[in-house]
């Protein structure tokens, strides 16, 4: 079955980058694109970015648009997602999700939480 | 941007009940919308897309409809597991768009 395993939580200070991975099994990872969500504290879902490992084409939020940088490696089937020049506000759970053919968000990663804090 | 609606905010219902929520589309997005649940401390899981197209693992009691700017989740008779919030979220261009999120709770 597919699976989307991200990396631990983060604790970063204002100003610094951070940087989330999401490694996929149980698929042809460059068959679906990742779409990267987050939700901060007690909040709605956000979408953020997206890309497609078989192109790298990408597309990404007018909010973080030259803050996010979205990669895939296709040997280890994993995604990243960079976030630099970090607020307070950027304080949130970051999900990696598959969206298939379908379009829709399919199988999700467990969340990774980022704290900025000072 | 196609921005999303939800209402209500809150639902408050009891085991058995009907729960009716609502996703507005701020333009159409024909018949482009998802439904995802989630639960707390946990992901959103998709929950029906293309409107009303259920997902693999969700009884038949979750039922979705509507198209262009108004739709429509309906769980005909709450169980104790279906206690969560629902996001809806459009594809039909990007950005993607979420709702704000309907929060069913026990009465």
């Known amino acids: 079955q597919v699976q989307l395993v991200q990396s631990g939580a983060e604790v970063k200070k204002p100003g610094a980058s951070v940087k989330v991975s999401c490694k996929a099994s149980?698929?042809?990872?460059?068959?679906?694109?990742i779409t990267w969500v987050r939700q901060a504290p007690g909040q709605g879902l956000e979408w953020m970015a997206w890309?497609?490992?078989?192109?790298?084409?990408?597309k990404s939020a007018q909010k973080v648009q030259g803050r996010v940088t979205m990669t895939s490696d296709t040997s280890t089937s994993t995604a990243y997602m960079e976030l630099r020049s970090l607020i307070s506000d950027d304080t949130a759970v970051y999900y990696c999700?598959?969206?298939?053919?379908?379009?829709?968000?399919?199988?999700w990663g467990q969340g990774t939480l980022v704290t900025v804090s000072s | 941007e196609i921005v999303l609606t939800q209402s209500p905010a809150t639902l408050s219902l009891s085991p058995g009940e009907r729960a009716t929520l609502s996703c507005r589309a701020s333009?159409?997005?024909?018949?482009?919308l998802a439904w995802y649940q989630q639960k707390p401390g946990q992901a959103p899981r998709l929950l029906m897309s293309?409107?009303?197209n259920r997902a693999t693992g969700f009884p038949a009691r979750f039922s979705g409809s509507g198209s262009g700017t108004d739709f429509t989740l309906t769980i005909s008779s709450l169980e104790p597991e279906d206690y969560a919030v629902y996001y809806c979220?459009?594809?039909?261009?990007?950005?993607?768009?979420f709702g704000g999120g309907t929060k069913v709770e026990i009465k």
């Open positions: 999700a598959t969206q298939g053919r379908s379009g829709w968000l399919d199988d």
């Open positions: 149980g698929y042809d990872f460059v068959s679906k694109g």
């Open positions: 890309i497609r490992p078989d192109s790298d084409d990408t």
């Open positions: 333009q159409s997005i024909r018949g482009f």
């Open positions: 293309d409107a009303s």
């Open positions: 979220q459009q594809r039909y261009n990007w950005p993607l768009t």
